[in-house]
């Protein structure tokens, strides 16, 4: 008699279980879902950065290219540039910055297999066009510049050097000035 008496209670624990299953899957999953649309329209509205540093938006970072489309390519050293001199305002001594550099390839790019192959060996030329960009700038000006502006000159100048877009992001991995 007691088995069965302990039967009994474990099938009504299990059917209470069941209906609470159910009852949670119709009522906060649906709400859960709201926040997080909710939470997503308050991120996109004071546009927070939703996880490649220093970039912005991930539209504006990769061109609106999936992530499964894109190959990254890093180059082989961080690079040492030498910041334009800014005299005028009194600073005389030397500044340096120090970044490494990520480019974003992407794969689905007509010239992507033209290009990506020979890019190791065009490093240097991709070295000049970043040391060009940063180095027209002052310690002040690329202290208080977003990081996300000067990465868009790089990729106009790499975009225009290959006459391509094929490389569709750029991103540091380190960005230090002295």
């Not at 624990?13 to 308050?42: E, H, S, W």
């Not at 180059?75 to 340096?96: M, P, V």
């Not at 060996?121 to 502006?149: C, F, M, P, R």
Request: with cysteine; hydrophobic share 45%; net charge negative.
């Amino acid at each position: 008699m007691k088995k069965n008496l302990i039967a009994v209670i474990i099938l009504a624990v299990l059917v209470v279980n069941t209906v609470m299953t159910g009852i949670m899957m119709f009522v906060v999953i649906p709400a859960n879902q709201k926040t997080m649309a909710l939470v997503g329209d308050i991120a996109a509205a004071i546009q927070l950065d939703l996880g490649i540093a220093g970039s912005g938006t991930v539209e504006t970072a990769t061109n609106n290219v999936a992530i499964a489309d894109i190959a990254p390519y890093n180059l082989t050293e961080e690079l040492t540039i030498k910041l334009k001199n800014d005299s005028e305002n009194g600073d005389t001594g030397d500044h340096y910055a120090v970044v490494g550099v990520t480019l974003s390839l992407n794969t689905k790019d007509d010239d992507y297999k033209a290009y990506s192959e020979a890019i190791a060996t065009q490093e240097g030329l991709i070295k000049d066009k970043i040391i060009g960009v940063i180095g027209s700038y002052t310690y002040a000006e690329a202290s208080s510049a977003n990081t996300s502006d000067i990465q868009a000159k790089i990729l106009e100048e790499l975009q225009t050097a290959y006459n391509s877009k094929f490389i569709c992001g750029v991103s540091f991995s380190k960005w230090l000035l002295q």
